[in-house]
């Protein structure tokens, strides 16, 4: 089922609909829009934008190409043709019951029917669809487009089979899904949620913190625990060689003890309101909300990409995210057919913010990184991939001359070709230019001499036959072009 | 105050006084430990273990040296003659306030005393010390030694003196003091973690999520989005535009409904906390704690380095931090008297786990970022530092010509040599050897134009006079050097 889900109906298209619409057309797949307010055009498309700028940070490997995005008039002709829904309008049960019905009677009898809603039962929810075995929860965290947990959770006439597919579905767009085992009020990520800010309200309303001392007591503390390891994972280091039991030993008299003041909610009068909305104030007024999201998406990059690192959590599933992403690619490159008269075009980039230095250009380090890059894109291209090199070998850089042409800047598109300058049977030369894809400009060139290399031995051997062969083809082109003057120059000398 | 401490006193050296040990002897200052355990020692010298290796990776910057440690066999003999005493005895009233009570006769009268206390009021705990103006709550978050956070709570006796002083001092070790307003349970972090504390093991309970099921709640979702902003600046993002008024308006009404089981506190039985610890034994069962350690602490450096790049949340701290490490150590690189007749010494580094490529050597492009950094070290040494290129003036790197000798691996240790190889009025050309600081082996040859420029008008200009004085030096005694045989060579054709 979720491999032919290539069309995705949305319908209320605010912040959350909007970032599902963004997260949906990132990931290659069309997307039609209801939603009845005059705004709501305008408001997914800056999303968008801010959307696809997260994604060019959030990993190198080639983007699918983007979803289409359309918008209609009515429930009926967003739903009527595709396999999957995602309701997302205002949580209100009377709104999102008729909302749903309504999508239920439109919609295929075989579509999978999900609702955002923070916290409303899908028993509730489903009582007057039509087909209520398809329909549940599919609840996503702000900003959808990047965070990936979704909570799948189903009402009492969801079917297992219809919860199977939709988590199938989110997966295949770079979700962590979480099939709940009951149904329960706010289900339960939500749940912690609630707790924190209910006692946040109170110590608000108390004057012991204010909504900024609050951020930073979350922040510079259990929060950066919480966005790797959660809650119980982290007690059970926190209990030493002891574990959870002794943590509990520890910490659990504290349950009896005035830690919290959850026995009560607190009112939420208008001066608590304004309260909270001038401290907010004083605490973030200086950034515009699209500046904040910014911000936010920029930090959130930033700890996948680390966490990433070390293939742990959400770092893992962006692993994954990113070898599918690159497999799709490997697939299309292998089946073109290259002109090989002229240079090969195997790697595009862009300049990223976090690769700049104190003058506000490239890192010197940046431009191997991207010469690397398009050296393992020609790899790819020979062949030398993931199964030769279980084999035991692998290709070594030897010497590496980089000649610095042009600044280049934050934001920047690069585009790198390729040239062969010759091999044997245990080495070959190549040479990169990287350039403005559009101008053409050449703001660097990178030659290098790479050796195959027996990995176990730890020396260098003859390559296989069908790199020899693939290289023989290249070659066989690129032998007739001009090699550049500077290629095989040294460094010249100044005294 | 805070400038002179040097020595600091640990009473209790468990989990949280063994973290507070290690960040304090890991910026230079040398600790008093006392700790009846038989096997503080041995626990403290672990944790110490773990808090370098995260150090190592944490920064770049060239660290301090290392404070000395010390176990001592009475509280008398810790504290007499430290101006700091940090405590983190078991949260125990009776044992705290005994042991305070103690310190507080044996420590100069100056000396300040803070209580790690995950929630003890100050108050309390200081009625029956000597010179109680002097105490207060210093409460950090485990791993103490990475989590900036400390909680600064002074009781009715506390000076406001006393805790600003406390605070500097912290500052001056990395970390974020949040000075309370009102003196509360718990503070402000543990009633906002014991909340969910609570909520969760409701959820455990009654069999709503694991453990796992539990953390995978917070850490592929929100806790991403704590570790950077907090609640309230999460929250005014997501009402858009309206910002935290209109959050308010669609989440104040749930703060009615069922959303929280926390006006009730669930009982602690044997059965639940069995059930607890057998879902974490399956979560996290595989890995030792030490193991936890280490990947939790790989985690948090990857995420603090990550919010670096944006200069947020912590990584403002580590920034702000790291800058005064490079002043430290520029200081006194400026300050030494090299020996001109051999290549300089001024930089050494070490191959972090994330510097890997799929072979597990280093990739290429971070051996022209050790080197780019070497490059940065002699520019700091030659004078060309903020303050020039704040006069509109910088060096930009031309030309680069990489040899790679031998394969290095994670966690090597490296150090790189640096040799002038001539100069005129705007370019100068170096030589840098990485090399294995103990066997002298070279790793790798870096060969560099560097070219003098006018940042405003984005072209080559002279030096200034002090620049090529310095380099003049310099070049006094390199210019009797052998140049390395391969500088000046291109890379050879093979075919």
């Known amino acids: 089922m979720s491999g032919v889900i290539k069309k995705v109906a949305i319908v209320g298209g605010g912040v959350i609909g909007g970032g599902w619409a963004a997260r949906l057309m990132l990931n290659g797949i069309d997307v039609k829009v209801f939603d009845p307010s005059a705004i709501a055009g305008q408001t997914l498309r800056e999303m968008l934008a801010n959307a696809k700028r997260a994604y060019s940070k959030l990993t190198l490997a080639p983007h699918v190409e983007q979803g289409k995005l359309e918008f209609v008039d ?37 579509a999978l029917i999900c609702s955002s809603t923070s916290g409303l039962k899908p028993t509730s929810l489903q009582s007057e669809m039509k087909c209520p075995e398809r329909f549940m929860v599919g609840h996503p965290f702000n900003p959808v487009y990047l965070l ?6 189903g009402g009492v006439q969801t079917s297992e089979d219809a919860k199977k597919q939709a988590a199938e579905f989110y997966i295949e767009i770079g979700m962590k899904p979480l099939i709940l085992r009951k149904e ?24 012991v913190a204010t909504t900024q001392e609050l951020d930073d007591a979350i922040r510079f503390g259990f929060g950066m625990r919480w966005a790797q390891m ?64 910014r911000i936010r998406d920029d930090n959130l990059v930033a700890i996948m990409q680390g966490l990433k690192l070390h293939d742990w959590g959400a770092g893992a599933v962006l692993k994954k995210y990113e070898e599918r992403l690159y497999e799709k690619a490997h697939s ?80 920047e598109a690069l585009s790198v070709e390729t040239q062969l300058l010759g091999f044997d049977e245990k080495r070959f030369r190549i040479v990169h230019s990287m350039l ?60």
Chains 1, 2 share one sequence.
């Open 436 to 495: 403005h894809p559009d101008s053409g400009d050449i703001l660097a060139t990178g030659e290098h001499m790479l050796l195959h290399v027996d990995t176990d031995e730890g020396r260098a051997c003859p390559m296989g036959k069908y790199l020899c062969e693939k290289l023989a083809i290249i070659w066989s082109g690129h032998q007739n072009m001009v090699a550049p003057v500077y290629a095989g120059k040294g460094i010249r000398e100044l005294k």
């Open 332 to 411: 299309g490159v292998v089946s073109g057919d290259p002109d090989l008269s002229k240079p090969l075009k195997l790697h595009d980039s862009e300049v990223r913010p976090d690769w700049l230095d104190y003058n506000g250009h490239m890192t010197e380090s940046r431009y191997l990184q991207v010469f690397g890059d398009a050296t393992d894109a020609f790899l790819q291209f020979i062949g030398m991939n993931e199964e030769y090199r279980m084999q035991g070998f692998s290709i070594y850089t030897v010497e590496t001359h980089i000649r610095h042409l042009r600044e280049v800047a934050g934001g």
């Open 184 to 207: 329960i009020d706010a289900f339960i990520a939500d749940r912690l949620q609630e707790a924190v800010w209910r006692e946040g309200l109170w110590l608000v309303r108390d004057d």
């Open 148 to 153: 990936p947990l979704v909570e799948i959770c």
């Open 74 to 110: 009515s429930i009926e002709k967003a739903v009527s043709d595709v396999p999957f829904i995602q309701e997302s309008v205002p949580e209100i049960l009377d709104v999102k019951s008729s909302v749903l019905e309504e999508i239920g009677k439109h919609a295929p009898e075989t």
């Open 230 to 293: 959660g809650l119980f994972e982290t007690y059970r280091i926190a209990g030493g060689e002891g574990g959870v039991r002794h943590f509990i030993s520890q910490f659990g008299p504290t349950l009896k003890w005035p830690w919290s003041k959850l026995t009560d909610v607190p009112e939420l009068s208008e001066d608590l309101i304004e309260k909270i909305v001038t401290q907010s104030d004083m605490q973030s007024g200086m950034h515009s909300i699209r500046d904040l999201e």
